[in-house]
């Protein structure tokens, strides 16, 4: 029996000094014991997580822009990757209009604020204008406007990924015109600065765990466990209908590429737990995009659809909107007319474009629905500061995942996939020698393809479970 404990004990040290996993999801623990526990020690440990984000977000641009450029030229056709955006933008919407009406139809069967009665005059609505920061959602306009860069510069300094990939599109498309023959070092540049990245990703990575615990921690001692109680109903419908839409997407994965949703989520485990410790899907951009490389996505698509999705896919975000506009209307006695609430979706659908970057987004989103309506008290929106961030694990998976499922369905739409090696790596093999040159790619190629899987720094990413 002693030797059984000992052997044990080697087993569960070992798996805890190789194991991603295993490390976040013990830091998981950790930070829900010190926020508990201390609550003040859990607050001041923030900082942990924020630098961790902050370290991420520095590689985030520069990465996308070596991807994008790469894909651009090794596809050796501008016209497919418009193609990709036009498919993906198509994608973007429909599930996002189907994430806010899917919340709406749950907030009406479930009423997750009916019977609390509350007074609007008694919300404090300088609370909201603290938490938004004075900030507003871009009209259309200026959200079109913003997405072109006026310094290249700029692009870079502000980490503003729409300008990035629009720079990144007009350097694909200038490589592409020019052809390797009068710029022939500089894709290898390119993808050598590529590597680098991922490398330097790497080493940030080792720090996942101390994120995780630090805004674990932050979390339960500022907030506590009472809004667990207090918004008991709101948040199990909120989480409920967020599993529901999950499974609509493993559905449609499965009609259009025959891949398993459930088998990426295992693939990906590490990352959606990093996620959902930090409640940042930024942090695992560079790593989620290395994993659908290696799944067989193009490059093209992964560079394009994946970033894109950051801003125009946010499927959890539009669940918790719409249900928190029924919510707040419950909470007040307001009845939402069948008119009304076919208006919320409309303002959602316009006002939830602009929200990526804009802080307190949510608040800024749902007082401008408020005032489209003309019937809930722009200090109701007051009610959901309680349980904002404890919303943020549901808005930050759903999210994520409904942008992985995008690259997995575009890639297909447009022959981008190659759907063996996808199938071999979701089943925790690792794909066969030569994976790489089999998959699809356009006859025309002026550059090199030999590298176009993955990166060498993606020898440090597991691709598959054992």
């Given at each position: ?6 052997t ?17 999801l013990v ?6 014991v ?42 050796g ?9 036009v ?14 009406v ?26 909201v ?6 900030s ?9 406007l ?12 502000e980490?503003?990924?729409?300008q990035?990939?629009?720079?990144a599109?007009?350097v694909?498309a ?9 710029v022939?070092?500089i894709?290898?540049l ?19 765990p101390?994120?995780?615990l ?13 809004a667990?109680a ?5 948040i199990?419908v ?8 999950l499974v609509l ?14 088998k990426?989520v295992?693939y ?6 990093l ?7 930024e942090?695992v ?9 290696a ?24 669940i918790?909107?719409s249900i ?7 909470a ?29 987004s949510a ?7 408020a ?15 309680g ?7 549901m ?5 994520l ?9 575009v ?5 981008a996939?190659?759907r ?25 190629s ?15 990413v ?5």
């Open positions: 029996m002693p030797h059984a404990n000992g044990l004990v080697r087993r569960a040290g070992r798996l805890l000094r190789t194991s991603l996993f295993t490390q976040v830091a998981l623990v950790l930070g829900v010190v926020g508990r526990l201390w609550p003040g020690a859990g607050s001041s440990l923030q900082p942990l997580g924020d630098g961790f984000v902050r370290l991420i977000k520095s590689m985030i641009a520069p990465l996308v822009f070596c991807v994008v450029v790469a894909g651009i030229t090794k596809a056709d501008l016209k497919s990757f418009g193609r990709i955006g498919k993906a933008l198509l994608w973007f919407e429909v599930a996002t209009s189907i994430a806010l899917v919340g709406l139809l749950a907030g009406n069967i479930f009423a997750p604020g009916a019977g609390m009665h509350v007074d609007p005059a008694s919300l404090d609505k300088g609370a204008d603290a938490k938004t920061g004075g507003h959602l871009p009209s259309a306009a200026q959200f079109v913003e997405s072109l860069p006026d310094s290249a510069i700029g692009a870079f300094a980490n503003s990924l729409l990035v990939l629009v720079l599109c007009l694909g200038a490589l592409l015109h020019l052809g390797q023959r009068k022939p070092q894709l290898p390119i993808e050598q600065v590529q590597d680098v990245v991922f490398t330097i990703v790497g080493y940030i990575m080792k720090l996942a101390l994120a995780v630090g805004a674990t921690a932050h979390l339960v001692g500022e907030y506590g466990l009472g667990m207090t918004y008991g109903k709101l199990a909120c989480y409920g209908v967020a599993l529901v839409f997407l493993g559905l449609a994965l499965k009609a259009v590429t025959g891949l398993s949703l459930w990426f295992r990906t485990r590490e990352e959606l737990l996620a959902l410790g930090t409640g940042s899907s942090t951009m560079p790593r989620m995009m290395q994993k659908l490389r799944a067989g996505c193009r490059d093209d698509a992964v560079g394009l659809v994946l970033p894109t999705g950051y801003s125009f896919n946010l499927d959890g975000a539009s918790y909107l928190g506009t029924l919510f707040i209307a419950q007040i006695g307001v009845d939402l007319s069948l008119g009304q609430q076919v208006t919320v979706v409309l303002v959602l659908m316009l006002t939830s474009k602009g929200m990526a970057g804009v802080p307190g608040f800024l989103a749902l007082s401008a629905t005032s489209a309506l003309g019937v809930i008290p722009a200090a109701a929106v007051a009610l959901l500061l349980v904002d961030r404890i919303m943020d694990s808005r930050v998976a759903t999210n995942l409904g942008n992985c499922v995008a690259v997995f369905a890639s297909r739409w447009e022959g996939l190659d063996v090696t996808a199938k071999r790596v979701l089943n925790g093999e690792r794909p066969a020698e030569g994976a790489a040159e089999k998959a699809p790619e356009p006859a025309v002026a550059v090199p393809t030999a590298d176009s899987a993955v990166p060498a720094a993606d020898s440090a597991p691709t598959g479970e054992k």
